[in-house]
T-cell receptor
């Protein structure tokens, strides 16, 4: 079983719909990242969070540490939101001075006009 | 603006060749990472480095080596390329210590095809 599970794997929506992508993890973490990758493009960090909720424009990320679960929401979705969204968890090592990331397999979101 | 630059976006090589993928960052980051990304498998860590001349194996190091002679540059080496190393390769960098709470910064990726 993967340490980081994302659902759904693929998601198709109509423009304007509210979208939710889920991420569950099985290891102890110091933080969780949501990343975005456009087709053929590099990866950009959307959020890094260790508790509660963060909002940036139409994007909202939440995390429940006790339940080891995070969600990424997109309100009023738009075709330009079409991308792969990746959840990654940050695990400390080397006595807490450094970390590495473990990634989910990603969710391919397609928003149709 | 912060920048992680990978030397090639697309690369085609032949089986058995020695292949070098280069990555340069301009953020004075201590950590640098090499990942490969495959459909259905997501991003997997090949090697990382937390300082000049220091390296640690990631989850899938077999068939790869790395070199970090300068802080800003991290090279991934395929000693004898094989077709199962055809993939998208992504480099990333990050800081440590008090800046460790900043996210990793990724390059645009190199799509490598081994024929």
């Amino acid at each position: 079983k993967n340490e980081v599970e994302q659902s759904p794997q693929n998601l198709t929506a109509q423009e304007g719909e509210f979208i939710t992508i889920n991420c569950s993890y099985s290891v102890g973490i110091s933080a969780l990242h949501w990343l975005q990758q456009h087709p053929g493009g590099g990866i950009v960090s959307l959020f890094m969070l260790s508790s509660g909720k963060k909002k940036h424009g139409r994007l909202i990320a939440t995390i429940n540490i006790q339940e080891k679960h995070s969600s990424l929401h997109i309100t009023a979705s738009h075709p330009r939101d079409s991308a792969v969204y990746i959840c990654a968890v940050r695990v400390w090592y080397s006595g807490g001075s450094n970390y590495k990331l473990t990634f989910g397999k990603g969710t391919l979101l397609t928003v149709n006009p | 603006d912060v920048k992680v630059t990978q030397s090639s976006r697309y690369l085609v090589k032949r089986t058995g060749e020695k292949v070098f993928l280069e990555c340069v960052q301009d953020m004075d980051h201590e950590n640098m990472f090499w990942y490969r990304q495959d459909p259905g498998l997501g991003l997997r860590l090949i090697y990382f480095s937390y300082d000049v001349k220091m390296k640690e194996k990631g989850d899938i190091p077999e068939g790869y080596s790395v070199s970090r002679e300068k802080k800003e540059r991290f090279s991934l080496i395929l000693e004898s390329a094989s077709t199962n190393q055809t993939s998208m390769y992504l480099c990333a960098s990050s800081s440590i210590g008090v800046r460790a709470y900043e996210p990793q910064h990724f390059g645009d990726g190199t799509r490598l095809s081994i024929l």
